[in-house]
């Protein structure tokens, strides 16, 4: 076993403390990474505050991380020390169900293996996060990270940057689409972003006036504030895709009537229950969607894609000595538009 600094929980103060954790010795087709920045997500939030020290065993998190490969194993083909590259939220899938070899790893049907919190299906162990000094994943769940993405911004691509990428995609947004984007935070800067490079007409809906020049900066061409029961009226039956980011529970009507006819809502920020009225759906012909994550093509073609428009997330970079402030402003959402934190203070603790 491999030894590494990480972040660990704290089951008694729901925080994260320095600590030691160990990772597997390589096997065959693995790489050993030397993470240098990671993403700060809400689901690192929901799972410290779920955290009871139980069953779960050791919980470090962090799954939206780029660095470089330190040592590969001897079956590795793709990589080589001193690469550059970037890993999401998951690491290992079944490989041989329908979902992914279509290339879904994402809806594995057995579940995919998650970057922390997972099992490991070769030895059961329970993996552990990206906010750690190094980290060891199979090469089939590594990318190859592009020359000229900023390694810190282009962290969160791997988790909120592939989140909308997919339903982008898989909608069909390209030139001459109508697309807003509800919600204006880690994922829906994204949203904003990457529907904008894609050629889309694109609006914000937000409830926050004070957003609306950032909205422009971003790439939308319009700004709706969605309390705005005039403006919302004004937009009603309008746009292709309505893509919403709102992570606090909420009704989804009023951005299902602003959806034109036989357009769709994807529903990706908020994933508990949602209830829907019927006739939103009926008149137009109206769908209800939603996605998470991406399989292993769809994040390669987005990393190139992003590469290509000069994409990255908007990002406060912190060491990683500061991850406890980090998770506090991002339950109070004071942060402009992803925390990344800088591993390398990690090192200087050894």
Known sequence: MRSTSVWQADSATRTLRRSTAQ???LRPDDLAIRVTYCGVCHTDLHALRAYDGGAGGVLVPGHEFTGVVTEVGGAVTGFAPGDPVAVGNIVDSCGTCAMCRAGQENFCREFPTLTYGGTDRRDGST???GFSREYVVGERFAYALPAGLDPAAAAP???AGVTVWEPLRALGVGPGSTVAVAGLGGLGHLAVKMAAALGATTTVLSRTPDKADEARALGAREFIVSTDAERMEAARDRFDVVVDTVSAPHDPAPYLRVVAMDGTLSHLGHLGPV??????LLIGRKKLSSAGSGGRPATAAMLRFCADHAIT?????????RVNEALARLERGD???RFVLDLSDLSDLD
Request: proline share 4%; net charge negative.
């Open 127 to 129: 993996t552990l996060g």
């Open 157 to 159: 691509l791997l988790c």
């Open 335 to 337: 942060v402009r538009y």
């Open 313 to 321: 997330a908007d990002i406060e970079l912190l060491p990683s000595s």
């Open 275 to 280: 209830t829907v009225e019927t006739l939103d």
């Open 23 to 25: 990772r597997r010795e």
